[in-house]
């Protein structure tokens, strides 16, 4: 048994879920888990596809905003 968090293994289970799927890679998985809080494939068949697309391009684009004004400072 690993000596870790209850959140940290969950974090590291769902890194390891989704990229058991051959279309995701360890960058989409890393997006998933960190920027949607999902941390396993039977939670992502809960959401529609369309959706959480949406959700992860609005908080991708939110922090590209935020890297910008950081920038222009």
Do not use: W
């Amino acid at each position: 048994m690993l000596d870790v968090t209850l959140e940290r293994a969950n974090v590291l289970k769902g890194l390891a879920d989704f990229q058991s799927v051959p279309s995701i890679g360890y960058k989409l998985a890393e997006k998933l888990v960190f920027e949607l809080s999902i941390f396993s494939l039977s939670k992502i068949k809960d959401h529609d596809g369309a959706k959480l697309f949406a959700e992860l391009e609005q908080k991708l684009d939110q922090g590209r905003l935020g890297m910008n004004f950081l920038v222009k400072i």
